[in-house]
């Protein structure tokens, strides 16, 4: 199996590619271009669509166009992109069309600055757009994962026919790692059961999200809800570390959780029981694992590049009106002086 | 006023050898005149969006909102109606404005609104390191178009003469007099003002060779004749490599403004309780 350093912007692509994606649409934004940068030399070479559109609403919604004909389509963005993306964006969760969108996410708000931030957890997984709907959103912490995420977020996006939102930041997008390719590319057909796809098999298929009857429209919002609830279910996915005896649980996800896992490291060589519980989707939220540890008295620290953002998930999760936040903006990571402070402060 | 007094202490960031800085500096001379001609700087406002071009903001002393990328033009229009009496300089780049922006571009030339706009056409997405623009030869080989691109490039100023903009200019950033003359025009025409630099980006895009080679200055005797002024826009179409490139102002016209359509809203000086009353009973 191929083994090759390469960037976590790079590995979406391959992730992507290897998911058998045959159309891209991007806009040059940083730190989120060099996903646009891979797609332009390698989509091409293979056949498949690339487009630099000339706007982030035109890109969003030639995926919206691909998508609904059936295409495996991804976009790319960061922080103001991602904004103007949300149109589209509530458009494909609302006329229940898949597609991927990868958010390398920045500092904000406004313009910011292209250091990395956490601070789109709330505008990815509470929905973004108007109207009651969600994304699927995973979050990887690593090369790996940028690849493999990509890969499985075309295949929920697909089995629920709903956007997946792949929320990295700019430190995950432009840092090396090894990666190993993944073993086998997934040659997908046109799902002819709900494509339009302009042929006489899918002449039937509508796509839509108006419904001007009040009723209908309301049909249409409890069905999505279903889904959502089906979705929680079935695809939450966290990871653990030295939580099993520990008594204060720090939540991170993304980079801040590799930042966090040294500190779970230090703390433990003091003596003081830590671990580390880091979602992987963190939409839907793994929430039930999280109020099992609330109930054996576990004390949580939020560790987030954003304001408290996850923590409202947490408090929601473990009904703990007290979750600790340990935090940093402005496009600068997570101290481990920082995380060490708090533990200390609740031990 | 020494045009020295506009600067800023802030830190230039633009590469050296960077078309902005002839745009830079003959803007910051321009406006010093003008002060002393009686367009007082402290109505001045000057707009940037997002790009390279946008840090012009910040290296000059004058009152300035820098704003988002491809909404120059309407923040410019909000500022502008807000206060007609403003005078307002829009600095904008080519995937600012006509790309992620176009619309907006349409629309204030649409209108005739009084703002001038000079766009800053380096022909690449400089501050995203190196993409292909609406201006961008066909065959522009960038970070997302490693096999050149298949697009043929916009002509700036024919949308603009088709979208109704009434001042119509081309400066090139290799060419500090030309650029002064004709910021000075624009900025002292009444209705949209369009000038388009061919502003070179030495990192991603270097023309200076190309168009040293080929631009020239026009001096139009018939500004008003549109038929004119096009044969001359579209003897350039920015893709062949042949052509002469001309520079210098093509077109100017008069017609309505926009910014002049609003009765005026004196808040003091009526009876505001009243009028609202006098306008609600009315129409009920």
Not at chain 2, 55 to 67: A, G, P, R, T, W
Request: hydrophobic share 40%.
């Amino acid at each position: 199996m191929a083994t090759q350093l390469v960037a976590g912007n790079m590995a979406v692509i391959i992730g992507a590619l290897y998911a058998g994606c045959d159309c891209f649409f991007g806009y040059p934004i940083t730190p989120a271009s060099e996903i646009l940068h891979e797609a332009s030399r390698y989509f091409p070479k293979l056949s498949r669509k690339f487009v630099q559109a000339e706007s982030e609403e035109a890109a969003i919604n030639m995926a919206y166009g691909a998508a609904s004909a059936g295409h495996r389509v991804l976009a790319a963005s960061s922080g103001p992109g991602m904004s103007l993306k949300q149109e589209g964006i509530t458009y494909l969760a609302g006329s229940e069309i898949p597609c991927v969108i990868v958010d390398i996410q920045r500092a904000g708000p406004g313009l910011g600055n292209i250091g990395p931030e956490q601070s789109d957890y709330n505008q990815a997984c509470k929905g973004g757009g108007h109207g009651s709907y969600k994304n699927i959103v995973l979050a990887p912490n690593s090369v790996q994962e940028m690849c493999d995420f990509a890969m499985e977020a075309f295949k929920l996006a697909f089995k629920y026919r709903n956007p997946a939102i792949i929320l990295a930041d700019g430190v995950l997008g432009h840092m090396v790692e090894p990666l190993r390719f993944p073993q086998k590319a997934v040659v997908p057909e046109i799902d002819i059961s709900w494509a339009v796809n302009g042929n006489a098999a899918t002449k039937g298929n509508v796509l839509t999200s108006i419904f001007l009857n009040f009723d209908e429209l309301e049909r249409h919002n409890l069905k999505l809800q279903e889904k959502y609830l089906k979705i929680g279910d079935n695809e939450t996915a966290f990871e653990e570390y030295k939580v099993d005896d520990a008594d204060v649980v720090l939540v991170a996800y993304g980079i801040s959780s590799r930042i966090a896992k040294t500190a779970v490291d230090i703390a433990r060589s003091r003596g003081i029981k830590t671990g580390l519980y880091r979602p992987i989707t963190i939409y839907p939220f793994p929430d039930k694992r999280l109020s099992e540890l609330a109930g054996r008295g576990c004390r949580f620290i939020s560790v987030e590049m954003s304001n408290g953002q996850m923590r409202d998930d947490i408090r929601l999760a473990t009904g703990c009106a007290i979750v600790e936040l340990v935090c940093r903006y402005g496009g600068n990571l997570m101290q481990i002086d920082q995380i060490m402070q708090k533990i200390r402060e609740l031990t | 006023m020494n045009p020295n007094e506009l600067g800023t202490y802030a830190k230039n960031t633009w590469c050296p050898g960077c078309g902005n800085f002839s745009i830079f500096n003959a803007v910051r001379a321009v406006l010093a005149e003008l002060n002393y001609d009686g367009t007082p700087i402290d109505n001045v406002v000057l707009v940037s969006g997002i790009g390279c071009h946008a840090k012009i903001v910040d290296y000059l002393n004058v009152n300035s909102f820098y704003s988002i990328h491809g909404r120059t033009l309407p923040v410019a229009m909000g500022i502008k109606l807000g206060n007609p009496d403003l005078n307002v300089i829009c600095f904008s780049g080519d995937g600012d404005c006509l790309a992620e922006g176009l619309d907006h571009l349409i629309f204030a030339a649409k209108r005739n609104i009084d703002l001038t706009l000079i766009l800053h056409n380096n022909r690449v997405y400089g501050l995203t390191t190196g993409q292909y623009t609406p201006t961008s030869p066909k065959g522009f080989k960038g970070k997302s178009t490693p096999l050149g691109t298949e697009e043929f490039p916009i002509n700036p100023l024919e949308l603009m003469i088709a979208s109704g903009a009434t001042f119509i200019a081309r400066g090139y950033s290799h060419g500090i007099d030309l650029l002064k003359r004709l910021f000075r025009e624009a900025i002292l025409h009444k209705g949209f003002s369009f000038v388009d630099v061919l502003q070179v980006c030495v990192s991603y895009f270097n023309m200076y060779e190309v168009y040293n080679k080929r631009v020239y200055e026009v001096k139009s005797s018939d500004l008003g004749n549109f038929e004119e002024a096009l044969k001359l826009i579209r003897s350039w179409n920015y893709n062949d490599s042949e052509s002469p490139i001309p520079l210098g102002k093509f077109y100017e016209i008069e017609a309505p403004q926009f910014d002049r359509l609003f009765p005026g809203y004196e808040p003091h000086s009526v009876d505001t309780d009243a009028m609202i009353k006098d306008v609600l009973d009315n129409l009920i």
